[in-house]
């Protein structure tokens, strides 16, 4: 795939970031602060950059390039676009400023174990109200 002049950009400053290292909090605050990382797949409407798929690619490529840990897949890429998918405009507004600016991030259940039982699981559906669809 052959990038844009601001796609090349975009990848040499993350790219940048990651050599100069840094603990992992303190690195995704960068990220987000300086080079937009958390918003790009999230409209301006709610606070993000409103790029595409490419640029998350970009950022994406770069993070397992150097085997990153970093909250961009669940949070800024996986829980966005679940959250616009949604079309729950309310949800939106309230969570996905936070999202693209790296200050909340989407915390995901692990497998289970001995606390199992206490487990949540979701089911969203574009008809879902908030907290339907749980099981």
């Given at each position: ?18 050599a ?44 397992g ?63 879902s109200s ?6």
């Amino acid at each position: 795939m052959s990038l844009t002049p601001e796609q090349q950009d975009l990848r040499d400053a993350v790219r940048g970031l990651l050599a100069a290292g840094g603990d992992e909090r303190s690195l995704w605050r960068r990220l987000c602060g300086e080079v937009g990382a958390a918003g790009l797949a999230i409209p301006a409407r709610y606070g993000g950059a409103g790029a595409g798929p490419a640029e998350t690619g970009v950022v994406m490529e770069e993070l397992g390039r150097d085997l990153t840990a970093s909250p961009m897949l669940g949070s800024a890429v996986l829980a966005a676009q679940v959250l616009l998918a949604s079309g729950d405009e309310a949800a939106c507004h309230r969570l996905l400023p936070a999202i693209a600016d790296g200050s909340a991030t989407a915390a995901w259940p692990g497998p289970p174990g001995p606390g199992a039982g206490t487990a949540v699981r979701w089911r969203a559906t574009p008809e879902s109200s908030p907290g339907a669809g749980r099981s």
